[in-house]
């Protein structure tokens, strides 16, 4: 419907799709398969011969753009197709690129996540950069199994077979991918015990996050690794930010659980909060770690 209007205007249109790229921790996948197949397809139908996919990097960059590249193998093959088959995607995946597309599907961090809207690309985010005590998206995720998701992707990426010069790549979605299972349902399981009084089970949470902060260290250093490689240097202060803001608060959920536990105080004002959802959805698009907009870097 959008060609035939724009045709309206002029002869002369141009298709831009996208890979996804933008907004989340890793390429979106799911939405970027269904959306490029439905689009370049109505492009040979309505003879759109120039098209072209954005990879863009809203709200940090995080997602290196060499996750594209089966995304532009996908474009590629429509060049010659109409329709295009995943085993032809495969095949020539192989042989253009020298990867495999089952791979790198697999850095797709949250696709086939039982409960949450996966054409939102921003799960992931929000699980790492929230805040433990604070909870801002614990309601929307207290119903998802979260752990067990991102240790099944983890063990996926584990078993891989090397991607030749792009492995470095994957290592650092591997450590994304643990950093989240260890991280994903610390503060529903901290407001709980909490509400409970079980003082034993916040202690081994606290323990979690002491031995969590150094993965999240780990993660850090893999993301600026992979960043100085691909991009130029500016911005990777933003990341920065946001690691440094992650892992302060991780310890300062240590200080004020052991401060509550050791009678220093008698409670902790942030558990006693309810959670709801983020937003007033259940399914919320935006990725910060504040309910203040200004805390966006």
């Given at each position: 419907?959008?060609?035939?209007?724009?045709?309206?205007?002029?002869?002369?249109?141009?298709?831009?799709?996208?890979?996804?790229?933008?907004?989340?921790?890793?390429?979106?996948?799911?939405?970027?398969?269904?959306?490029?197949?439905?689009?370049?397809?109505?492009?040979?139908?309505?003879?759109?011969?120039?098209?072209?996919?954005?990879?863009?990097?809203?709200?940090?960059?995080?997602?290196?753009?060499?996750?594209?590249?089966?995304?532009?193998?996908?474009?590629?093959?429509?060049?010659?197709?109409?329709?295009?088959?995943?085993?032809?995607?495969?095949?020539?995946?192989?042989?253009?690129?020298?990867?495999?597309?089952d791979a790198f599907?697999?850095?797709?961090?949250?696709?086939?996540?039982?409960?949450?809207?996966?054409?939102?690309?921003?799960?992931?985010?929000?699980?790492?950069?929230?805040?433990?005590?604070?909870?801002?998206?614990?309601?929307?995720?207290?119903?998802?199994?979260?752990?067990?998701?991102?240790?099944?992707?983890?063990?996926?990426?584990?078993?891989?077979?090397?991607?030749?010069?792009?492995?470095?790549?994957?290592?650092?979605?591997?450590?994304?991918?643990?950093?989240?299972?260890?991280?994903?349902?610390?503060?529903?399981?901290?407001?709980?015990?909490?509400?409970?009084?079980?003082?034993?089970?916040?202690?081994?949470?606290?323990?979690?996050?002491?031995?969590?902060?150094?993965?999240?260290?780990?993660?850090?250093?893999?993301?600026?690794?992979?960043?100085?490689?691909?991009?130029?240097?500016?911005?990777?202060?933003?990341?920065?930010?946001?690691?440094?803001?992650?892992?302060?608060?991780?310890?300062?959920?240590i200080c004020r659980?052991?401060?509550?536990?050791?009678?220093?105080?008698?409670?902790?004002?942030?558990?006693?909060?309810?959670?709801?959802?983020?937003?007033?959805?259940?399914?919320?698009?935006?990725?910060?770690?504040?309910?203040?907009?200004?805390m966006f870097v």
């Open positions: 419907g959008m060609i035939r209007k724009t045709k309206e205007l002029s002869k002369n249109v141009i298709f831009a799709g996208g890979v996804w790229t933008w907004n989340g921790l890793s390429p979106n996948y799911a939405h970027s398969m269904v959306s490029t197949h439905a689009a370049l397809t109505m492009c040979h139908e309505e003879g759109i011969n120039d098209v072209f996919a954005c990879v863009w990097g809203d709200d940090g960059a995080e997602c290196s753009v060499y996750t594209a590249l089966l995304g532009m193998q996908l474009y590629a093959e429509y060049c010659y197709l109409s329709q295009v088959e995943d085993s032809r995607l495969r095949e020539m995946f192989k042989a253009c690129a020298g990867y495999d597309m599907l697999s850095l797709d961090l949250d696709v086939s996540m039982e409960g949450l809207d996966m054409l939102r690309p921003s799960t992931a985010k929000q699980v790492l950069y929230q805040d433990i005590l604070q909870g801002l998206f614990d309601k929307n995720f207290e119903q998802v199994d979260l752990r067990a998701h991102y240790k099944k992707v983890q063990e996926g990426l584990q078993k891989l077979e090397k991607q030749n010069d792009l492995e470095y790549l994957f290592d650092l979605y591997r450590q994304y991918a643990k950093v989240l299972e260890l991280k994903s349902d610390l503060g529903i399981r901290l407001t709980d015990s909490y509400r409970k009084n079980d003082r034993e089970a916040m202690k081994k949470i606290a323990n979690e996050i002491e031995a969590l902060v150094p993965e999240i260290e780990k993660l850090q250093q893999h993301l600026a690794d992979v960043w100085y490689r691909n991009n130029k240097p500016f911005n990777f202060n933003s990341i920065d930010y946001r690691f440094g803001g992650l892992i302060a608060r991780a310890k300062r959920a659980i052991n401060d509550y536990l050791s009678g220093k105080v008698q409670n902790l004002e942030e558990l006693e909060e309810e959670r709801l959802y983020y937003n007033g959805e259940s399914t919320p698009y935006i990725a910060i770690y504040s309910s203040n907009s200004i």
